[in-house]
């Protein structure tokens, strides 16, 4: 896809309707006259809200929004709950792909928007719900394979938004994290929730790195699934800062991508300390990942299998979203727990 490739904002008939209406609406309480004396500046008013149009760049498509999206169908559950922590519940119309249990604090208004699949929801399944953007978490959401691609919602009017994570640039860090939320906050014309909302995960953070701030760094491994082979977090992704603001340091920080397998002779000789399991729906229960660890005679010598300590970090609180900052603090917990008593 070009960089300069910039989605349509194509409205249907209905849509346009509503608009119009709103729009006579507001000329009418204005005080208009037949004459439309007076009028030309409430128009404009109406009809470009405080902060519009914005235009934003994201993995190489150019977007305009010339007014806040209304509609809104989320891919992946870090996108949702992060719309949702800015307050913005009632322009959503549909999610899709739950993989964790959702923060308790957002879990009712999660479960009120409808879910459209399992999985990555169909193309067609997604304008069946009639967005006017679409918000990816993965790659995934957009897998030209399967249909779903940016240029394929654009045709069909429709914009779309990628977590940045995947734009697949650089190594990816908390700021990416506090940009996305601003970012978001941007497009919705609720710049004030965003800053509010990247203050409060700071302070989260702040909190957890100088309860450990002096303590010497647990060299910790990242069991994401595998058996022949262990799949792990790697330098580019966020999971590696988020050990190191815990007071840890990821023992295959080295490895060139965000994930990658790795041998389990390479796990033994860099022996970890501490093991952070992902938790996710579809890759086996954290009971049944921790049973395979120690079970294996390889691993034996392993401190952090022979001491048996186990993090346990839902994938969600991984990734570039609301959740990274509750990951530092448990992170933090497991790896010093001397710190927090």
């Known amino acids: 896809m070009s960089p300069s490739f910039t989605p349509a904002r194509t409205r249907g008939f209905l849509r346009a309707t509503a608009t119009a209406l709103a729009l006579s609406s507001v000329l009418l309480a204005a005080g208009c006259d037949a004459s439309g004396v007076g009028g030309g500046d409430a128009k404009a008013t109406a009809a470009v809200p405080a902060g519009f149009p914005v235009t934003v760049d994201n993995c190489g498509v150019r977007t305009t929004y010339e ?13 949702a709950e992060l719309m949702l922590a800015l307050g913005l519940k009632d322009r959503m119309v549909g999610t899709a ?17 409808p879910e459209l699949a399992e999985r990555e929801p169909s193309f067609e399944k997604v304008l069946d719900a009639e967005p006017d953007l679409v918000y990816g978490g993965y790659g995934s959401a957009f897998a030209e394979n399967e249909g779903r691609s940016r240029k394929a919602f654009a045709d069909a009017g429709i914009d779309t938004h990628l977590n940045r994570e995947y ?14 939320i601003r970012t978001i906050g941007k497009i919705f014309g609720v710049p004030d929730r965003a800053d509010e909302l990247v203050a409060g995960l700071r302070a989260r953070v702040d909190k957890a790195t100088t ?16 058996d022949k082979s262990a799949f792990t977090a790697g ?3 966020l ?20 994930f990658g397998d790795v041998s389990w002779e390479q796990v033994v000789e860099r022996k970890p300390e501490v093991i952070a399991v992902y938790d996710y729906a579809g890759a086996g229960s954290v009971e049944e990942k921790k049973r395979f660890l120690l079970s294996q005679p390889a691993l034996a010598d392993v401190p952090a299998i022979r001491n048996k300590r186990f993090v346990v970090l839902p994938l969600t609180a991984t990734l570039v979203g609301i959740r990274s900052a509750y990951a530092v603090e448990d992170l933090a917990r497991g790896l010093h727990p001397e710190s927090f008593r």
Request: proline share 8%; glycine share 10%; net charge negative.
């Open 67 to 79: 007014e806040p999206p209304s509609r809104v169908v989320t891919i992946h559950q870090h996108p």
């Open 97 to 113: 792909f739950p993989d964790s249990a959702v923060l308790p604090e957002l879990k009712q208004d999660f479960e009120s928007i």
């Open 167 to 180: 734009c697949g640039k650089k190594r990816v860090t908390m700021k990416d994290t506090y940009d996305e």
């Open 211 to 226: 309860a450990v701030e002096g303590e010497p760094r647990v060299p910790v491994f990242v069991y994401d699934s595998g």
């Open 235 to 237: 330098g580019k992704g």
């Open 239 to 258: 999971g590696t800062e988020l050990i190191r603001l815990a007071g840890g340091e990821n023992v295959f920080a080295d490895l060139d991508d965000v």
